[in-house]
């Protein structure tokens, strides 16, 4: 049962390179989400979707992108990246928003950007 | 806008004590409250889900507590063993925010 998977684990970009980090959930969750983590300041969200065709930004979503391409994939693209976006990236999906069940979490893609 | 608290920023306490972590949120107007562990270098995992309506929920050693009125939960885990070491999180769904708001964490150490 692999849950959430997130492509790649670790990658390191050069400032103004663009890339996309991937997202693929099998348990038929509606919601899915984009988390950064940075050392003492928790997770913040970044992008949201409540459901498949739909996005919505979250508190820190200045220099990324995202689309829900279909009910399993959700993924994140910095058009242009910048040394304030070096940071661990973590996809989770849910059943619901604010709903009785937890959200689960992939392994994370840890980005650094020089 | 919600906030939440977490302190100690770190606790260690030798194997089999009985400890207790704390949370705090600035705003009642709440979904739900969620306890998580997360391992170095790993994601969450989910421990615990309270919803607004719950005072308590309960899973093995663990349980947590919730008091919407004062802003708090805890999370208690009894007879501590060294595998319990993880960084613990809490989080809350709020009405008045469209995200799940964290607290920074507890880094747990438990010695053998």
């Known amino acids: 049962n692999a849950g959430v998977t997130q492509t790649p684990k670790f990658q390191v970009l050069k400032t103004g390179q663009s890339m996309t980090l991937q997202c693929a959930q099998d348990?038929?969750?509606?919601?899915m989400y984009w988390y950064r983590q940075d050392p003492g300041m928790g997770l913040r969200l970044i992008y949201y979707?409540?459901?498949?065709?739909?996005?919505d930004k979250g508190e820190v979503p200045n220099g990324y992108n995202v689309s829900r391409l279909n009910k399993r994939e959700f993924s994140l693209r910095l058009e242009s990246a910048a040394p304030s976006q070096t940071s661990v990236y973590f996809c989770?999906?849910?059943?619901?928003?604010?709903?009785?069940?937890?959200?689960?979490f992939g392994d994370g893609t840890r980005l650094s950007i020089l | 806008k919600q906030e939440v608290t977490q302190i100690p920023a770190a606790l260690s306490v030798p194997e089999g004590e009985n400890l207790v972590l704390n949370c705090s949120f600035t705003?009642?107007?709440?979904?739900?409250l969620q306890w998580f562990r997360q391992d170095p270098g790993k994601g969450l995992t989910s421990l615990l889900l309270?919803?607004?309506?719950?005072r308590e929920q309960t899973s093995g050693r663990l349980n947590a507590s919730l008091d919407k009125s004062s802003g708090r939960s805890t999370l208690y885990i009894a007879a501590s063993q060294p595998g319990d070491s993880a960084t613990y999180l809490c989080?809350?769904?709020?009405?008045?925010?469209?995200?799940?708001?964290f607290g920074a964490g507890t880094r747990l150490t438990v010695k053998p």
């Open positions: 705003d009642s107007a709440i979904y739900n």
């Open positions: 989080a809350v769904e709020s009405y008045n925010n469209n995200d799940m708001r």
């Open positions: 989770a999906s849910s059943e619901a928003r604010r709903g009785s069940q937890p959200q689960h």
């Open positions: 348990m038929n969750h509606n919601s």
């Open positions: 309270i919803q607004s309506s719950q």
């Open positions: 979707s409540a459901s498949e065709g739909t996005t």
